[in-house]
Structures are given as structure tokens and as C-alpha cells.
């Protein structure tokens, strides 16, 4: 899979790709990432890559002239002749629909994905209009610029792909992952690490010491009850989804056990 990524800060990304897993996809070719620095496509001797909004306000905008030719010459399909199941034109801005991991399953099934990171006050709407697929946030705040953005992106995406990650299961197995079909009919020996959440936060992990300054592990952990351990597990999936994003248990996957514990969690104390 290739990414291509244009910015007005190409050193921005040189400590990001070398490191971790992104540096072991990279080594390993699974992934390509290009910088293109986008002054380069600028014609004037003082490389201008912005230029004051029509109708006034504060700040500068991006001109569309260099981003246009910037992603042209990356030799990608015009934005009408496209085809998105393949690869994509993506600006990064705080107007965008917000990045979920949903969006990175959609994006990881693709050869090529070009990011356009923001700056200033935002990128010339034609931008949008001849080149771009779609516009993207990370949340619901705003930065500097889309570089943080893009370096997200490709870090959530990228580690979807078959050989990224040393275990296949652990994209799949953790928080905001699909419903694990055998979660249920994993009732033989030992649980597995993880399951699918089915759109819940993943459950609190312990590893050793036992106890770490008064702290012990919770002792179903260490019981041996493999049903005990998977009851415990999903609940606790529950009751952190319900104290940290309420909102996805909207959308989650539950069962009528779920629903019976999740009431007991917010039924009123006597």
C-alpha cells in the first residue's frame, strides 16, 4: 500500500517513520510512504503556497495552484475519472468528517491513498471541488496543521494490513473491533487474549507483578475459571464503555446479558 503525503513541513515526518511498527512495515515493504514538500510546486522565487481568504477575516489560505499540481503529479486519476476503490485523495481539516477506525478498515482495503495536510486558516474549497474525495478530522478540535492528522491515519490504517503486526489477531481483537463471531463458541480450554468488542472499548489488562504497590490483579485472573475469566472480561468491556464512550454502546452488538448488566450499572442506588 502506498501513501503519499503533501506538506509545507516535510521533516515533520522524519522521527515518525523510524520508529516501531511503522518503521517494520516500512523495512519490510509492506507499506511505501512518500513526503512531497508542497513549495516545490510553487512558481514565484518566494515559493508562496498561501494567500489572503476572499471576503476578508483573519489568517491566510492555501492557493489552490500548487495543491493542484502537487497531486497531479503524483499521477493519480482526475477526481471525476477516479476510481475510490483503489485510491484515494484525502484533505485533512477540522471541517472533515471525523477519522474512526471504521474509516480505517475502508481506507486499508485500498493500493494508495494521497494526504493533503492543512494549514492556516484551511485549504482553497476548488481544492476540494476538481481533486479531493473527501475531507477528514481526527476530532473535534483543531491543530496547527493536518501533519499529526495524516501521521494518525496512517498509523491506524497501515496496521490493518496482512503482516504488519507480529499477531494477525491483534488489529482485529481490541477496542472499536468488529463482533468476534466465536466469542461465544470459545468455551474450550484457555481465552484468548483478546476478542472482538463489537464496536465496545476493549476490557483492562494486568500483567505481572501480582500486586504492584497494594494493587493486586483482580483474582479472576488468576483462578483458572475460563468462564469465570470471560464473564469478568465482557463486563468490564461494558462498564468502560459506559464510563468513557457512552455513545458507541448505541451501536455495539449486545446481548440480553449485556443489556441485564449494563441496567444494573445505571439503575439508580437505593
Not at 477575516?57 to 492555501?62: D, R, T
Not at 468488542?197 to 476490557?203: A, R
Request: glycine fraction near 8%.
Amino acid at each position: 500500500m502506498r501513501f503519499d503525503i503533501i506538506t509545507i513541513f516535510p521533516d515533520f515526518f522524519s522521527g515518525i517513520f523510524a520508529n516501531g511498527v511503522l518503521k517494520r512495515a516500512l523495512a519490510n515493504r509492506l507499506i511505501r510512504v512518500n513526503v512531497h514538500d508542497l513549495r516545490n510546486f510553487t512558481h514565484d522565487k518566494h515559493r508562496t503556497v498561501d494567500d489572503r481568504p476572499f471576503g476578508g477575516g483573519e489568517g491566510m489560505v492555501l492557493k489552490p495552484e500548487p495543491l493542484v499540481e502537487a497531486v497531479e503529479s503524483l499521477g493519480v486519476a482526475p477526481g471525476a475519472e477516479r476510481n475510490t476503490s483503489c485510491e484515494s485523495v484525502i484533505v485533512l481539516s477540522a471541517q472533515g468528517a471525523r477519522f474512526a477506525q471504521a474509516t480505517a478498515r475502508e481506507l486499508s482495503t485500498l493500493e494508495r491513498v494521497v494526504l493533503i495536510c492543512g494549514r492556516y486558516e484551511g485549504v482553497d474549497e476548488r481544492v476540494n471541488e476538481l481533486i479531493c474525495d473527501r475531507e477528514l478530522s481526527i476530532g473535534d478540535y483543531v491543530l496547527s496543521g493536518g501533519e499529526l492528522g495524516a501521521a494518525v491515519i496512517i498509523d491506524a490504517t497501515m496496521r490493518l494490513l496482512p503482516g504488519v503486526l507480529g499477531n494477525e489477531a491483534s488489529s482485529a481483537f481490541e477496542s472499536f473491533g468488529h463482533a468476534d463471531e466465536d466469542y461465544r463458541n470459545d468455551i474450550d480450554g484457555p481465552p484468548r487474549s483478546t476478542h472482538g468488542s463489537g464496536g465496545l472499548l476493549d476490557y483492562p489488562h494486568y500483567t505481572r507483578p501480582a500486586e504492584f504497590r497494594g494493587l493486586p490483579v483482580p483474582e479472576v485472573l488468576a483462578n483458572g475459571d475460563h468462564a469465570a475469566i470471560r464473564k469478568w472480561r465482557r463486563e468490564r468491556a461494558l462498564e468502560k464503555t459506559l464510563r468513557n464512550r457512552p455513545d458507541l454502546l448505541e451501536n455495539a452488538e449486545l446481548s440480553r446479558e449485556d443489556r441485564v448488566f449494563l441496567d444494573r450499572l445505571t439503575r439508580p442506588k437505593p
